[in-house]
Structure formats: structure tokens, C-alpha cells
């Protein structure tokens, strides 16, 4: 299976502090994705970032690539409660044209 | 970018029917890709729809339990045949941008819980 695992499965954190959320995966990859869902609808895309790229940001957003380890980590700043969801990492898989996707952090932030 | 039209957004069905859903996307897309997300679980692709040509379906996952039509460019749609209470899931259709590798779209997701 080319499914990434996230870490950790649930982050609960108070509002205005940083959340992180971690994604390994296992075969080689184009790019790596993260998507945000809320209540079990459908998934709304964050941010991309190429195998080339080491680091992307996108407004409160912090995305970092580490091919070497086969990791990412997504950096949400100054979270809000408004950002509570579940975040999944999707790659992309050698040859496919769909997504791969992890197995999501479920984040809460708290007023 | 690409809008997609999913309904219905959840059904309540009896085990042993059938439920069809509907995808409907506002631009012409080469490949449509269905996945089910059962219950705090991340998704799983089920099959991948080419217009004019069969589906091709992921490992468990057989064309008798989810036949799937794709009868143009912009709609498709996923069946879920004689449903238990293991296929209460919610089943997303998605589409990728224009371009290859480049972001994926998706419908609202259909909620379907089994009694």
C-alpha cells in the first residue's frame, strides 16, 4: 500500500498557539499535497509542494519536504478555532493518477 | 479549478438495496476517481472512471459491488449494490486539475449509513 502515515492522529491546542502535523510516506513522489476536512465533507486542497521544494508557505501555512526521509510536516500559525479538522497528506505515487493519502490528524483548537 | 455536484449528500438505506450517486463536474476532466472514507478512516480509492472504457477498480473493490458508468466528459456516476451495514462510509468523488500532478477536487462526499 502507498498510504502515509500522519502523526500525531489527534492534536488539541489552544487558540493562537502552532499545531504541527507530521506525514511519512513510502514509495517516490512528484509532489505532496495537504488537504483540510471538515465534518466528514469533502476534502479542500492547502497547499503543494514539488519533490524539488524543501519548504512553502501559504499565508498561516508552513510546509516542509524532506524526500531524504520520506517526511512532511504542516505548520499551522496562530491557529484559530475556525481551522479545527482533520488534515490529510496525499502524494502522488510514481505513475498513478490519483492521491495517496495518509491516515489524518484530527486537529481541535479551543477558544 | 473545478466545481463538482455530488448528491445525494447522505441516504439512510436498508441492507440488500442499492444506492446510485451522482457526481457532475463543471468542466470536461479525462479521469474521474471514486474513494470511500469509512468512519474516522482516511480514504481509499476505489476505482478510477475513463469516459468510453470500463472502470478500473483497486485491489477489493469488484465491478458486481460498485459498477460505475461514465457516460461523458463531466459525470459519472458509483453504485453501491447490496448494500450491508459494512459499506456505511462516505464516498467522495474526486477530479485532478487540468494539468498532471497538480492539485484534486472534490465533491461534498455522500454520507451513507446502512440499517
Known amino acids: 500500500s502507498q498510504q502515509g502515515e500522519e502523526d500525531p492522529q489527534a492534536l488539541s491546542i489552544q487558540e493562537g498557539e502552532n499545531a504541527t502535523m507530521n506525514c511519512s510516506y513510502k514509495?517516490?513522489?512528484?509532489?505532496l499535497q495537504w488537504y483540510r476536512q471538515n465534518s466528514g465533507r469533502g476534502l479542500v486542497h492547502l497547499i503543494l509542494i514539488r519533490s524539488n521544494e524543501r519548504e512553502k508557505h501559504s499565508g498561516r501555512l508552513r510546509v516542509t519536504l524532506d524526500t531524504s526521509k520520506k517526511s512532511s510536516s504542516l505548520l499551522i500559525t496562530a491557529s484559530r478555532a475556525a481551522d479545527t479538522a482533520s488534515y490529510f497528506c496525499a502524494t502522488d505515487g510514481t505513475g498513478a493518477n490519483n492521491l495517496f493519502f495518509g491516515t489524518g490528524t484530527r486537529l481541535t483548537v479551543i477558544p | 479549478s473545478a466545481v463538482i455536484s455530488q448528491k445525494p449528500s447522505r441516504d439512510i438505506c436498508q441492507r440488500g438495496t442499492s444506492l446510485t450517486i451522482q457526481c457532475q463536474v463543471d468542466?470536461?476532466?479525462?479521469?474521474m476517481f471514486w474513494y470511500r472514507q469509512q468512519p474516522g478512516q482516511s480514504l481509499t480509492l476505489i476505482a478510477t472512471?475513463?469516459?468510453?472504457?470500463?472502470?478500473?477498480?483497486e485491489s477489493g473493490f469488484v465491478i458486481d459491488k460498485f459498477p460505475i458508468s461514465r457516460p461523458n466528459l463531466t459525470f459519472s456516476t458509483l453504485t453501491v449494490s447490496n448494500m450491508s451495514p459494512e459499506d456505511s462510509s462516505i464516498y467522495l468523488c474526486?477530479?485532478?486539475?487540468?494539468?498532471?500532478?497538480?492539485?484534486?477536487?472534490f465533491g461534498q462526499g455522500t454520507r451513507l449509513t446502512v440499517v
Open positions: 472512471a475513463n469516459q468510453g472504457s470500463e472502470a478500473t477498480y
Open positions: 474526486s477530479v485532478v486539475g487540468g494539468k498532471r500532478y497538480t492539485e484534486a477536487f
Open positions: 514509495t517516490s513522489i512528484n509532489n
Open positions: 468542466s470536461q476532466v479525462t479521469m
